[in-house]
């Protein structure tokens, strides 16, 4: 049952990035281009997400628990910290520098291209390699 | 203003809201894509590895359902620029671009606890201090990154 839920969160979040263009990094990349032809799209559909969850959240966050599992795990940890602020820029620069975050990087797997795989890749291997830099910073 | 543009990246965000909503109701769990997916690929969870796997199979399944659908329609269902045929854009750059690409946003959302989904969009929604400063923080740095590639060494191009 876990499973399924997890399928279909999936499927609304793979056709949400594709309808909503974030699938095309020059869609993002003309967001982010606030000097150039600048393309608001990407505000409405963060807009659009924010609000359906705020809303959302507060509907569900009044049971008990999950239809499906034990408690609600939400993040408990208020404090700014280096590796918060500084892991967040080097996104940034990654992020502006290809248009792809790793909602779409992952959803656009079936336009599959060289660079894609190779960013794939890099971004895997990121995740391992933050595992392994110290808790502190 | 393109206003069909407008309307799918509305329609795509409330869907994207809906999913955050419906894990949430269901499995209790943020919807974070760097998250789930490096928890299913760096971390062994057995309680949680199913759940992430389908996940995955339904984030990238929902593209393709539109580029099936949308071909047998002989409409473009995506928003990709200038192609209203196409769901998937073309990358940005080489292989090169996106390996030093991918190695920046792996380690930045491994180490930075999230990227546009968890952050921007769950954790603003849940007016978290830390995400609100982590969305504005990877925004502004990607908005320079762009400036500089773009205007200040790209030329203008």
């Known amino acids: 049952m876990k499973a399924l839920m997890g399928y279909i969160a999936g499927l609304l979040f793979g056709l949400g990035l594709a309808i909503s263009g974030m699938t095309d990094p020059a869609r993002v990349l003309g967001f982010l281009d606030v000097a150039g032809a600048w393309d608001p799209t990407l505000i409405f559909v963060l807009g659009g997400a924010v609000v359906t969850t705020f809303i959302g959240y507060r509907l569900v966050l009044r ?17 700014l910290d280096g590796r918060l602020i500084g892991g967040a820029a080097l996104f940034g620069i990654g992020w502006g520098l290809s248009g ?7 959803a656009s797997i079936a336009g599959i291209t060289p660079p894609l795989v190779a960013m794939l890749a890099t971004m895997i ?11 502190k910073a | 203003m393109d206003v069909t543009a407008t ?13 955050a909503v419906w894990l949430m109701a269901t499995l209790g ?11 299913l690929l760096t971390r062994s969870s057995p309680g949680d590895s199913a759940w992430r796997l389908t996940f995955f199979l339904g984030l990238i399944s ?31 750059g ?64």
């Not at chain 2, 309307?7 to 809201?17: D, K, N, W």
Request: glycine share 22%.
């Open chain 1, 100 to 106: 792809y975050c790793p909602g779409p990087a992952f």
């Open chain 2, 29 to 39: 769990r943020i919807a974070g894509i760097s998250g789930i997916l490096s928890g």
């Open chain 1, 63 to 79: 049971r008990d628990r999950p239809l499906v599992a034990q408690g609600f795990q939400l993040p408990t940890r208020r404090d």
């Open chain 2, 7 to 19: 309307i799918h990246g509305l329609i795509g965000g409330v869907l994207i809201g809906l999913s």
């Open chain 2, 94 to 157: 080489g292989i090169g671009l996106m390996l030093l690409a991918g190695l920046l946003v792996g380690v930045g959302t491994g180490i930075g606890g999230g990227c546009t989904s968890g952050h921007g969009v769950c954790g603003m929604a849940r007016l978290s201090t830390r995400s609100i400063v982590a969305t504005v923080t990877f925004l502004l740095v990607a908005m320079l990154t762009v400036y500089v590639t773009r205007h200040a060494i790209g030329g203008g191009a």
């Open chain 1, 125 to 135: 291997g990121g995740w391992f390699l933050a595992r392994k830099l110290p808790a």
């Open chain 2, 62 to 92: 929902g593209p393709l359902i539109l580029m099936l659908l949308g071909s047998g329609l002989g409409e473009g269902l995506g928003n990709v620029v200038n192609a209203p045929a196409k769901v998937i854009g073309e990358p940005a």
